[in-house]
């Protein structure tokens, strides 16, 4: 047997090692990229943090990537409409008749928002614009339409309850997307850090007041639903259509020729009352002194004779 190893043992442990070898080597790779990456990997500053929370901030308020709003389930009691009426009438007076819906939106609980009043020639027309609350809508419309001749009628309801969750969410992200960056200022430590953040501040805080307006105005639009009158009239008014023949016609139409027979003999009277009082003063005093003129002289004795 030879004291020299054959070449298939030889070349079993040149493997074996050059398999540590490349363990080894990649052991010690991984190691020092972790403790580079573990070394060169800053702490988050308060800016960085406050650009995060606003990328999620407008993911959460209904960015492109943000998941689809179910339906909103909500009582219909409970729903949040917008109802717009408009109404034309044709009163008997125009202004009688705009004041008396201004004074039934008072009754109602609401109020005038608008009043237009206008009159050339036989025509007249006044358009009033009425806030009422929207439980009172139905009754102040139908009151409206008794004031007159009832020309048109528009109604329209537009539910806005989707509208007023997605706005009233928005809020409450808003609101804490605000509270983290102002807990951010608090702790921010450099100037740079603090202007940034006053700035994300400002952005976030007119944001927020710009949704709690748009809910304000959503809010003012379901609570008091808004009515425009218009009220026209033409030519004088016109007279109603009665009964011509029967007991009580002919009795109407006596009366009116008796009354009207009244009024002209007044109107004579009161002609020639003037002329009485120019001729029958002088008249009166020429009488008078005839009169006494002819009793002087019957007083008088007759004349003795010769």
Known sequence: MSGRPSPRRVAGALCIGLMFVVAGCGGSGDETGAASTAGEAPAAAPGDAAGKDAQGGTNAQGGANAPARAPVEVPPDQRSIIYTGHITVEP???????????AAARTAGGDVSGDNRNSAGDRSEATVTLRVPSAKFSEVMTSLGRLGKERNREVKAEDVTEQVVDVQSRIATAQASVDRVRALLARATTLGEIVSLESEVAKREAELESLKARLNKLSSL?????????FTRNGPVEEDETDTT?????LKGGWDSFTGSLNVLLMVLGALLPWFLALGVPVFALVAFLR???RNQRAQPAPDEA
């Open 292 to 294: 006494r003129t002819a």
């Open 246 to 250: 029967g007991f009580l016609a002919g």
């Open 92 to 102: 008997d007076d125009v202004n009688q008749a705009a004041d008396a819906a201004i």
């Open 222 to 230: 379901t609570a008091l639903s808004t009515i425009t009158a218009t």
